[in-house]
C-alpha cells in the first residue's frame, strides 16, 4: 500500500508539478507582456493630451496678445496728438498679433482632432484588444489545469485496483490473527529483555571505577548502591543516574568541534543581528533562523509533553519508576524553551526593523505617482478669445489620466531618483548584491537607510545592492534637492 502511495506521489511530481510549474512561469512573463502593452498605451495617450493641453494654452496666450493690440491700434488712431508713425507700427502689430492667434488655432484643431483620434483607438482598439488577450490567456490556463486534474486521475485510477487488493490482504491478515501465539511471543521476549538488563546492570556494578574515571570534574559521582547479601536485585534509581551521566558525558563530547573552531579562528566575525548583509540578504537570513528556532522549540515542547506523560504513568504505577528523578530534566527542557523563545523574540524584532526599512520604497513609489498629475479644465476656446469659460461648448471629454494605473501596476519598477558613479570595483559575491566595475554609472532607486547599502539598477534593468561608500551620488532635483555625496 505504501509502494503505491510512492507512485502517485512520483507520478504527481513528474508529471503535474513541474509541468505546472513551468506553465505559471510562462503565464507569469505572457501577463507581465500584456500589462506593459496597456502601461504603454496609456502613456502615450497622456502625451498626446499634453500636447493638445500646450498648444491650448498658447492659443489663449496669443488671443490675449491681439485683444491688447486691438485695443492700442484703437486708442492711437483716435487720439489727434499720435504721429502717423505711431498709428502705422500699432496696425502692424495688431495685424502680426492676429495671424499668429489664427496659426495658434489652427494649430490647437488639428491638436485637438488628434486627441480625439488617439482617444478612440486607445478605449475602442487598444485597450479591449490588451483584454482579449488577457481573457484568452485565463482560458488557456483553465484548460491546462483541466489537464492536469486528469492526469491525475489517470494516476490515481491505475493504482486503485492494488490498493484494493493490499487492503483486502490486510483485512485478511487481521482476521487471521492467533492472539495466544502473539502473547506467548510478546512474553518470550520480555523475559528476554529483563535478562538483558540484569547483564547490563550488573556489568556497569563491575565496571564502575573505570566509567566514573571517564565522567567529568564537574559531575559529581553517583553513590555506589548496597544489595543485600545472598540476592542481586537490579536498582532502578542507579542505572538512571547512571544513563544520565552517560548522556552528560556524550554532549559535552559533542561540543569539542565547536571549541576546535573558535581556537582555529580563520572566520572574520560576523554580528548577532546580521547587519553586516545587504538588507534583502539579511531578511532572508533572519526568517531562515527564525524558523529553525521554531523548529528546536517544537521539539523542545513535544520533549516537555512526552517526559510529562511519563512522569504522569510512574505516579499512577511506581514500580515502574521514580516520578521525581523525572523533574530535573523537565525543568531543562522548560529553561531550554524559555530561552529559544527569547531568540525568536530577538530576531523578530531584528527582522520587523529590516521590513521597515523596505516599506520606505511604496511610499516614495506613491509619491512618484502623485507628481504625474495631468492638467484640469479642458475647455477650449472657439472664435476669439473670452474669460468667460461657460461659453465655450467645443470641449472635448475629460477623461481621468490614472484611471487605469491600478490596472497596469502590477510590477511596476521603482523610478529612478539620482544616478552615481563607481569609485571602486564590486565584486557583488554575496545574494542581493550587483556586481560593478570602477566608472561605471548606475541608477540610484533607493537611498542608504543607514545600513551601508544602495540599491541601484543598471542601464539593462538588473537590481541589487552596492556599497555607497564605493560610490559617489548626485540625487535628482525633484527628489530631495540636487545633493552629490560620497
Not at 492700442?72 to 498679433?97: F, P
Not at 531584528?350 to 495631468?374: F, I, M, P, T
Not at 468667460?388 to 490614472?402: G, K, L, N
Amino acid at each position: 500500500y505504501s509502494g503505491q502511495r510512492e507512485v502517485v506521489a512520483e507520478e504527481m511530481g513528474h508529471k503535474v508539478y513541474g509541468e505546472l510549474m513551468r506553465y505559471s512561469q510562462d503565464l507569469k512573463a505572457e501577463r507581465k507582456h500584456h500589462l506593459q502593452e496597456g502601461r504603454k498605451t496609456q502613456q502615450y495617450l497622456d502625451q498626446c493630451w499634453k500636447h493638445m493641453d500646450n498648444s491650448k494654452k498658447k492659443f489663449e496666450r496669443e488671443c490675449k496678445e491681439a485683444e491688447k493690440s486691438q485695443l492700442i491700434y484703437e486708442r492711437l488712431d483716435s487720439d489727434i496728438n499720435a504721429t502717423k508713425s505711431e498709428v502705422e507700427k500699432a496696425k502692424s502689430q495688431l495685424y502680426l498679433r492676429q495671424h499668429m492667434a489664427e496659426e495658434s488655432k489652427n494649430e490647437y484643431a488639428a491638436q485637438l482632432q488628434n486627441f480625439n483620434s488617439e482617444q478612440w483607438k486607445h478605449f475602442n482598439v487598444a485597450i479591449p484588444q490588451i483584454f482579449k488577450n488577457l481573457q484568452d490567456m485565463d482560458e488557456r490556463r483553465t484548460v491546462k489545469l483541466g489537464e492536469m486534474y486528469r492526469s491525475f486521475a489517470e494516476v490515481e485510477r491505475r493504482v486503485i485496483p492494488i490498493i484494493s487488493k493490499c487492503l483486502e490482504g490486510m483485512v485478511t491478515a487481521a482476521k487471521n490473527v492467533d492472539e495466544r501465539r502473539v502473547s506467548a511471543k510478546m512474553l518470550l521476549k520480555c523475559s528476554r529483555m529483563s535478562f538483558a538488563c540484569s547483564f547490563v546492570c550488573v556489568w556497569l556494578v563491575v565496571h564502575r571505577k573505570s566509567l566514573l574515571s571517564q565522567i567529568p570534574p564537574s559531575i559529581p559521582p553517583p553513590s555506589l548502591p548496597s544489595f543485600p547479601s545472598g540476592h542481586f536485585h537490579p536498582p532502578k534509581f542507579s542505572t538512571e543516574r547512571i544513563a544520565n551521566h552517560l548522556s552528560e558525558m556524550r554532549n559535552a563530547k559533542s561540543k569539542i568541534p565547536s571549541f576546535r573552531t573558535v581556537k582555529r579562528g580563520v572566520r572574520a566575525p560576523t554580528l548577532e543581528d546580521l547587519s553586516h548583509l545587504p538588507p534583502e540578504q539579511r531578511r532572508k537570513k533572519l526568517q531562515q533562523r527564525i524558523d529553525e528556532l521554531n523548529k528546536e522549540l517544537q521539539k523542545e515542547m513535544d520533549q516537555r509533553d512526552a517526559l510529562n506523560k511519563m512522569k504522569d504513568v510512574y505516579e499512577k504505577n511506581p514500580q515502574m519508576g521514580d516520578p521525581g528523578s523525572l523533574q530535573p530534566k523537565i525543568s531543562e527542557t522548560i529553561c531550554n524553551m524559555e530561552k529559544l523563545r527569547s531568540e525568536i523574540h530577538k530576531n523578530e524584532s531584528w527582522l520587523a526593523e529590516v521590513e521597515g526599512k523596505h516599506g520606505s520604497r511604496s511610499e516614495r513609489r506613491s509619491s512618484a505617482d502623485v507628481n504625474h498629475h495631468a492638467p484640469h479644465g479642458r475647455e477650449s476656446p472657439e472664435g476669439s478669445y473670452t474669460d468667460d469659460h461657460s461659453q465655450e461648448h467645443r470641449s472635448p471629454p475629460q477623461p481621468d489620466p490614472h484611471e487605469f494605473d491600478d490596472e497596469f501596476d502590477d510590477d511596476d519598477p521603482l523610478p529612478a531618483i539620482g544616478h552615481c558613479k563607481a569609485l571602486y570595483s564590486f565584486d557583488g559575491s554575496n545574494e542581493g548584491t550587483l556586481v560593478m566595475k570602477e566608472n561605471e554609472v548606475l541608477y540610484v532607486i533607493e537611498e542608504d537607510k543607514g545600513d551601508g547599502w544602495t540599491r541601484v539598477r543598471k542601464q539593462g534593468g538588473e537590481e541589487g545592492y552596492i556599497p555607497t561608500s564605493y560610490v559617489e551620488i548626485t540625487l535628482e532635483k525633484n527628489s530631495k534637492g540636487a545633493v552629490t555625496y560620497i
